[in-house]
Nanobody, 131 residues
Framework: DVQLQASGGGLVQAGGSLRLSCAAS????????IAWLRQVPGKEREGISC????????YYADSVKGRFTISSDNAKSTVYLQMNSLKREDTAVYYC????????????????????????WGQGTLVTVSS
């Protein structure tokens, strides 16, 4: 079975850090671009970061640039999102998604994404940042 298992969410104080993980199974991890999306209830889902499997290039929304870092461990078929200097407005459900195009250019752009490109979804992990 294909799975994207997102984990690592929780409650953290503003200014703190969390690391999210997205563990993939059931498909060839190296052939996919992986992105992190997030959604606040009542708001549109936001594309916040993406990593291309083909060249390792990374992309970030302006809202998280300089604070979040996406990385990939292909041996573990896992993508990480290190989140530092967290703010209350980072509170959201975070999802990881996979696209078979290998490069982020077909999945992700400027803080958004193309939903029709998504092959697989993770189940979401809640991040709550308190003041």
């Amino acid at each position: 079975d294909v799975q994207l298992q997102a984990s690592g969410g929780g409650l953290v104080q503003a200014g703190g850090s969390l690391r999210l993980s997205c563990a993939a199974s059931g498909f060839t991890f190296d052939d996919y671009a992986i992105a992190w999306l997030r959604q606040v209830p009542g708001k549109e889902r936001e594309g916040i970061s993406c990593i291309s499997s083909s060249d390792g290039n990374t992309y970030y929304a302006d809202s998280v640039k300089g604070r979040f870092t996406i990385s990939s461990d292909n041996a573990k078929s896992t993508v990480y999102l290190q989140m530092n200097s967290l703010k209350r407005e980072d509170t959201a459900v975070y999802y990881c998604v996979a696209d078979s195009s290998q490069t982020c250019g077909e999945l992700y752009y400027s803080g958004s994404y193309y939903p029709e490109r998504i092959d697989y979804w993770g189940q979401g992990t809640l991040v709550t940042v308190s003041s």
